[in-house]
């Protein structure tokens, strides 16, 4: 029998990041695994080495972003056992120890925890539009990674391009860009119903600086002079074998720009793969329009020895997150006997009380950013929902319609749809709002995939090595 | 076209994208590098051969894979690039070699 951690943390991300360092500060012997080579998650990709080695693009990037340094400093000081480039393939889950399979430069290794903190964080809602295959068409989250990664900007050589969609990342991105000296040719925005946020203005106004930041957004883009189209009702990207124009209709009329590139955002939503494959309970949040884990106030899952915490446990944006983060070690420690329920409940307060501040907020963003019924269930029947199958929005209609599919893991078996090597990330919510649509019924009564391990790509040579893998199971405290 | 901004270091390391030498910066993935040097259409897709190139660039996708030092289906946006490494695009489904 190997020894077992205390807690493995899956993702780097503001929650898996102060998640580890509370939960060294109490005790826990902690493995972190993350995918990528250097800590942060999406929101703070690629800090540590933007602030060392082009320090001058912290202004682009804004303070936020520059906040994530002294989480990252703190997890780098805490005493865990940090994995970067590991990808977690399966965890199978078991009371007393659950296994994490992972494969980290090559090889297949295995680990051993008592307790499982799942902090995979957000993916951007699928978005299909008719070319949103083309090269040329990101998410503005890829947009805004290359931007922090590499310094990387689109229109190079003068060339142009669009945002389209709704959402926070959607402003910040374009205002980010702007700042860098890269104009936007034009943001198309698909806000289309304002007044239903209205009545959660008050929580938004009292979580610190939510309504300041967003309409500095607005202020840098007027200023900068960026053409805002909202409004926006549909919208269709051209081109022979990359994206050449943007169609769009606004104000009652057709409008065309050329383009070269195109980036669409319509909010995020958890990055449910892991969470769904340990077979968790999950609820339909209908604000959020998308699935979650079904977790209690302190993120502990319908799996007993799995919690979940941050984005991946449904939106609550960065800094509620890192709250979070701080909330689920605080249980994880009281589960696993560190510390009692008088102590978890003293010493939690504050991160408690700053998670309720920053969940207070969602409401009015979640209203705000809904989004229409046209980009979650493409209207065209020419339009791929599949990117992977390629199977089309009339496809799927016509299934359910006349061959009366009635879910999504039907849909596997008439077209394969979702079983692409993207397991249904990048449509798995498009193929469920439209089956709801068309049965007329809630989404929460159509279900979701049915996702298997692995999780993450990992080949039969892979397999075949585990047992003379590497087993980190001794932690170093 | 993506560009690189300004205040960006000079270093560079060499890598080979369909053949030809390129210089890209240190830390880059080899679906950024991909980007940085206008490659198009990255992979084509094993069911109507339809070009595709990154989309994500956070490992969701799977759009940007391509073959990398002779093994193919990679996530290029996970994967840095080192010196010398070989990065090409990939067409339709993978075959079985004899």
Redesign the interface.
């Known amino acids: 029998m190997n020894a077992a951690c205390d807690l493995a943390i899956i993702g780097a991300g503001p929650a898996g990041m102060a998640a580890a360092t509370t939960a060294s500060e109490l005790g826990l012997a902690t493995v972190v695994l993350d995918e990528q080579p250097e800590p942060g998650g999406q929101i703070y990709r690629g800090i540590e080495r933007l602030a060392a080695t082009r320090p001058r693009h912290l202004e682009i990037l804004g303070p936020d972003y520059a906040a994530g340094l002294e989480l990252t400093r703190a997890f780098r000081t805490a005493r865990i056992d940090y994995f970067d480039s590991a990808q977690v393939w399966q965890v199978e889950p078991a009371e007393a120890v659950n296994r994490v399979f992972y494969k980290r430069f090559g090889s297949v290794g295995i680990l051993n925890a008592k307790k499982v903190l799942i902090t995979v964080g957000a993916m951007e809602r699928p978005m299909p539009v008719p070319g949103w295959t083309l090269p040329g068409v990101l998410t503005c989250g890829a947009g805004q990674t290359v931007l922090k990664a590499n310094g990387l900007g689109p229109g190079g050589n003068g060339g142009r391009f669009v945002l389209a969609g709704c959402g926070p990342l959607l402003l910040l991105l374009a205002a980010q860009l702007t700042r860098a000296g890269i104009k936007p040719a034009a943001i198309l925005e698909t806000t289309f119903n304002r007044w239903a946020a209205l009545p959660h203005l008050p929580g938004f106004l009292a979580a610190p600086g939510y309504l300041g930041k967003g309409l500095g957004l607005l202020r840098e883009l007027k200023a900068a002079g960026v053409p805002m189209h909202k409004g926006v009702t549909r919208l269709a990207i051209k081109g022979d074998t990359q994206a050449r124009e943007i169609e769009f209709e606004w104000g009652g009329s057709l409008h065309r720009e050329p383009v070269d590139e195109v980036f669409l955002h319509q909010g995020v939503v958890p990055n449910g793969n892991l969470a769904w494959s340990l077979n968790l309970a999950h609820t339909w949040d209908d604000a959020q329009r998308a699935y979650r884990p079904t977790l209690d106030a302190w993120g502990r899952s319908s799996v007993a020895s799995i919690l979940v915490a941050g984005d991946a446990g449904g939106i609550v944006g960065a800094k509620g997150a890192e709250a979070m983060g701080r909330v689920a070690a605080f249980a994880a420690a009281t589960d696993l006997g560190k510390i009692d329920h008088e102590a978890c409940e003293r010493q939690a307060r504050d991160a408690r009380a700053t998670l309720d501040q920053h969940r207070a907020a969602r409401p009015f963003l979640d209203a705000l950013y809904r989004p229409a019924q046209q980009w979650i269930a493409p209207p065209d029947a020419d339009t791929v929902v599949c990117r992977c199958e390629e199977v089309r929005a009339g496809e799927i209609r016509r299934l359910v319609t006349e061959q009366h599919c009635p879910g999504p893991n039907q849909m596997k078996s008439f077209v394969r749809c979702g079983m692409g090597p993207c397991q249904g990330r990048l449509c798995g919510l498009t193929v469920v709002e439209m089956i709801a649509e068309c049965r007329q019924v809630p989404v929460s009564e159509v279900g979701y995939y049915r996702i298997r391990p692995p999780v993450k790509p990992v080949t039969i040579g892979d397999m075949a090595a585990m047992d003379v893998a590497v087993r980190h199971d001794a932690v170093g405290l | 076209?993506?560009?690189?901004?300004?205040?960006?270091?000079r270093e560079r390391l060499n890598v080979v994208i369909n053949g030809k030498t390129v210089s890209v910066?240190p830390?880059?993935?080899a679906a950024?590098a991909m980007?940085?040097h206008n490659a198009?259409?990255?992979r084509t897709?094993p069911?109507?051969d339809?070009?595709?190139?990154?989309?994500?660039?956070?490992?969701?996708?799977?759009?940007c894979?391509m073959e990398i030092n002779g093994e193919a289906?990679q996530?290029g946006c996970?994967v840095?690039v080192s010196e010398g490494m070989r990065i090409n695009t990939q067409h339709g489904k993978r075959e079985v070699q004899a």
């Open positions: 076209m993506f560009s690189l901004l300004p205040d960006t270091p910066p830390g880059f993935t950024a980007l940085l198009g259409a990255t897709t069911i109507n339809e070009g595709r190139a990154p989309y994500c660039m956070m490992g969701v996708c799977f759009e894979l289906n996530q996970l840095i």
